[in-house]
């Protein structure tokens, strides 16, 4: 299993590659929630666990269910905020193992539906602006 050191790891760090890619929205009961920049998916968040663990099964049964609540949380104000279609989740971490999951909505019509979504498309960067109404309005339904 490769397993990367705290002191390498962007959340652990929150370190300025971190804040390069995603802006912190808000802290949750055992994780950190941020609204990634790249917005190719629009709505599109991250759930980081408060711990630098590699795998979700790696968890108590107590702390899995903490931090899948918090994501269920997110989703349910993406829902709120996005209307998508369908909210892709995904925990990867192959390179950095630190457990996170993308929250990707997708809309009909919209890139990738019906597929995989892209990591980091770069192609769709926001006004910081927009990027603060956004995140207000998540918070609001949080």
């Given at each position: 299993?490769?397993?990367?050191?705290?002191?390498?790891?962007?959340?652990?760090?929150?370190?300025?590659?971190?804040?390069?890619?995603?802006?912190?929205?808000?802290?949750?009961?055992?994780?950190?929630?941020?609204?990634?920049?790249?917005?190719?998916?629009?709505?599109?968040c991250l759930v980081?666990?408060?711990?630098?663990?590699?795998?979700?099964?790696?968890?108590?049964?107590?702390?899995?269910?903490?931090?899948?609540?918090?994501?269920?949380?997110?989703?349910r104000a993406m829902?709120?905020?996005?209307?998508?279609?369908?909210?892709?989740?995904?925990?990867?971490?192959?390179?950095?193992?630190?457990?996170?999951?993308?929250?990707?909505?997708?809309?009909?019509?919209?890139?990738?539906?019906?597929?995989?979504?892209?990591?980091?498309?770069?192609?769709?960067?926001?006004?910081?602006?927009?990027?603060?109404?956004?995140?207000?309005?998540?918070?609001?339904?949080?």
């Amino acid at each position: 299993m490769n397993l990367s050191d705290p002191k390498d790891c962007l959340y652990c760090q929150n370190n300025q590659t971190l804040h390069d890619l995603m802006i912190e929205i808000a802290p949750l009961s055992v994780s950190r929630l941020f609204l990634f920049k790249e917005q190719t998916y629009r709505g599109r968040c991250l759930v980081a666990y408060k711990d630098h663990v590699h795998d979700l099964n790696m968890l108590s049964d107590e702390e899995r269910n903490a931090f899948m609540a918090d994501v269920v949380r997110v989703t349910r104000a993406m829902q709120k905020v996005f209307n998508p279609q369908k909210i892709n989740y995904g925990a990867y971490s192959d390179k950095l193992s630190h457990l996170h999951f993308h929250l990707a909505p997708k809309y009909e019509g919209g890139p990738d539906f019906g597929g995989t979504f892209a990591m980091n498309p770069q192609k769709v960067y926001l006004s910081d602006a927009e990027y603060q109404e956004m995140i207000e309005k998540i918070k609001e339904v949080l």
